[in-house]
């Protein structure tokens, strides 16, 4: 059985590690320029200030998803809080089914009961999970182009 929840980084960082790892490998771009190290000390800042909101799905106990959202007002409607999706993934043997799905619901949840107004999700190109977005009647509202302009 697969349980949703929020947690903090200090109780799930050493199980997020590995998880990362397996993340990077399957969708990062320019991984022989750029590698994979997190800035744990921006994250537990983020977090300390209210804005990193974190939440996970486990299988009997075993980290198999998260997703990481910011959570700020937003700079253009200073009514509203947006809520930029930082991180989401999901272990390749859970994929099917309503995992994914029910991992963003229960973020939508939680953020609703926040005061957040609009939930953004990206995702990648080269593995899009568009179909899972139109399902839960996500807009598809604009692109992102990226340029590798490292030495």
């Known amino acids: 059985m697969v ?3 929020q947690e903090f980084l200090e109780t799930c960082r050493n199980e997020l590690e590995e998880l990362f790892n397996l993340h990077w490998e399957e969708i990062a ?3 022989d320029k750029i590698q994979l190290n997190p800035n744990w000390d921006a994250y537990e800042a983020i977090e300390e200030s209210g804005h990193l909101k974190i939440f996970t799905a486990r299988s009997n106990g075993i ?3 998260y997703f990481f959202v910011v959570v700020s007002v937003s700079l253009h409607y200073k009514d509203h809080l947006f809520a930029d999706n930082d991180l989401i993934y999901l272990h390749k043997d859970y994929r099917k089914g309503f995992t994914g799905i029910n991992l963003i619901k229960f973020a939508e949840k939680c ?3 926040d005061g ?3 939930l953004k999700i990206n995702t990648k190109v080269h593995k899009p999970f568009d179909k899972l977005m139109d399902y839960l009647k996500f807009d ?5 182009y990226t340029k590798y302009i490292g030495e």
Do not use: A, P
């Open 29 to 31: 771009l320019n991984k």
């Open 3 to 5: 349980k949703y929840q």
């Open 63 to 65: 980290l198999i998803g």
């Open 116 to 118: 957040v107004s609009l």
């Open 111 to 113: 953020l609703r009961e």
């Open 140 to 144: 598809c509202v604009e692109r992102v």
